[in-house]
């Protein structure tokens, strides 16, 4: 068996572990086939070989990012010879004479064909609230901040539901700070670090004031929309006040299937959002649902109360507004809510790039409300998960 990988064969920090060794291979025009012991066969084109050279001369042994240009050989590149040995493929290329040798594992994680393309196509969990009532994903506080096997459990877990409740926090205020950082960096924002959300008097945003908030994404006036959202409840024992949350790519897939014009609209009919203060104005014009280059929905950007005056052509307008009501009234449906009534102790973590969040007004008469809150990137979490994954 092979060793997981000598990191300066794959050009990475990553192991690939040889799960399945390469039988044979079968050099062709412009590209060769490589046969798996399992039966699996993948096609590899000289170019894409050649591009991937993981030696010391392609590839920086100090940085680990590439020195080679493909531009550097003819497109028409080849190998002189191209031979499987111990499990390796090696190749030397017609021309310069250069030496190449792909370590197995790689190989296999790297396999471009159709089948192994779509296996490593990233697929949301998405929920309704059944679903969510059924198994919120749940973690205890302790054991993520001691243990970085939940936390690798838990970020998994964000990334693939857009949602989870951490228990058990520390309610010393600021704590949220340490929590965060146990991913990465915290993506600061005019309303600051972390943020106090609880009633003000000189509130600059409805967050801030004991109304209620409708289903919303935060930031939509950004042009990258924060990843993560962080809640922390410190304290809560105001009448109301009860959060809700709904899964934004539950509601953009049943509205593709039965209100396909308002989907259309809302995925390609630019919205304006606005975050007026007294010392920032910021504003971002972009569709309420960004799709993919294959249609899936990968965004959904949201807040009534965020808006700006609309500004698409006139034949559009109605359109449009009956697209945005749709969407609202199928938020507003039970049937897709998950509601939750914070305790102290309690941190909701959920992607704000897809889940949509709300809460009830509530009365300060009976007791207080006092929530902190931040955002980490999407990309902090998944560098993170990939990191964790190295070792783990
Ligand atoms: C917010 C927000 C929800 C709450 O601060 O963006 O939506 O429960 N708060 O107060
Ligand atoms: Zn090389
Ligand atoms: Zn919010």
Same mark, same amino acid.
């Given at each position: ?58 590839v920086s042994s100090l940085t680990r990012e590439q020195l080679f240009e493909i531009c550097d050989v003819a497109l028409s590149i080849r190998p002189e010879t191209a031979r499987l040995s111990d499990g390796y493929l090696e190749i030397q290329w017609q021309g310069d004479g250069h030496s190449s040798r792909f370590h197995p594992g790689w190989l296999r994680a790297h396999c471009y064909s159709e089948q192994a393309r779509a296996a490593r196509h990233w697929q949301p969990e998405i929920w309704d609230k ?116 709904? #899964? ?5 897939? *049943?509205?593709?299937?039965? +209100?396909? &014009?308002?989907? !259309?609209? $809302? /995925? ?94 509530? #009365? ?5 409300? *006092?929530?902190?809150?931040? +955002?980490? &990137?999407?990309? !902090?979490? $998944? /560098? ?9």
């Amino acid at each position: 068996m092979i060793d997981n990988t000598a990191a300066f064969e794959t050009a990475g920090y990553s192991s690939y572990p040889v799960t399945h060794r390469p039988l044979r291979i079968e050099p062709g025009e412009d590209s060769l086939r490589l046969a798996w012991e399992d039966g699996r066969e993948s096609e590899f084109h000289y170019l894409w070989l050649r591009d991937n050279c993981p030696c010391p001369q392609c590839v920086s042994s100090l940085t680990r990012e590439q020195l080679f240009e493909i531009c550097d050989v003819a497109l028409s590149i080849r190998p002189e010879t191209a031979r499987l040995s111990d499990g390796y493929l090696e190749i030397q290329w017609q021309g310069d004479g250069h030496s190449s040798r792909f370590h197995p594992g790689w190989l296999r994680a790297h396999c471009y064909s159709e089948q192994a393309r779509a296996a490593r196509h990233w697929q949301p969990e998405i929920w309704d609230k059944a679903a969510i009532e059924a198994r919120l994903p749940s973690f205890d506080y302790s054991d993520m901040m001691q243990d970085d096997t939940v936390l690798l459990r838990w970020l998994r877990q964000l990334r693939d539901s857009g949602i989870s409740l951490l228990r058990n926090t520390d309610t010393t205020p600021g704590t949220l700070k340490q929590v965060a950082e146990r991913i990465s960096f915290i993506r600061e924002t005019n309303f600051g670090t972390l943020f106090d959300v609880r009633s003000k008097p000189d509130a600059n945003t409805a967050a801030y004031t004991t109304l209620r908030l409708p289903l919303h994404t935060d930031l939509p006036t950004r042009e990258l929309q924060p990843g993560l959202q962080f809640l922390h409840c410190l304290e809560n024992d105001a009448s109301g006040g009860e959060s809700m949350l709904v #899964d934004g790519f539950r509601i953009a897939e *049943h509205m593709r299937q039965e +209100y396909p &014009d308002d989907f !259309e609209a $809302l /995925s390609t009919l630019p919205m304006d959002f606005y975050n007026k203060d007294r010392n920032s104005d910021y504003r971002f014009r972009g569709p309420a649902l960004v799709l993919d280059g294959q249609g899936t929905v990968i965004e959904v950007r949201f807040a009534n109360f965020l808006r700006g005056p609309l500004d698409i052509p006139a034949d559009q307008v109605v359109r449009h507004y009956r697209a945005y009501s749709t969407f609202i009234r199928l938020t507003r449906e039970a049937r897709f809510q998950f509601e939750y009534r914070l305790v102290p102790g309690d941190l909701l973590v959920f992607d704000n790039r897809r889940v949509l969040h709300a809460r009830r007004a509530f #009365d300060l008469q009976q007791g207080q409300r *006092h929530l902190q809150g931040c +955002y980490v &990137d999407r990309d !902090e979490l $998944l /560098s993170r998960i990939r990191v964790l994954e190295r070792s783990l």
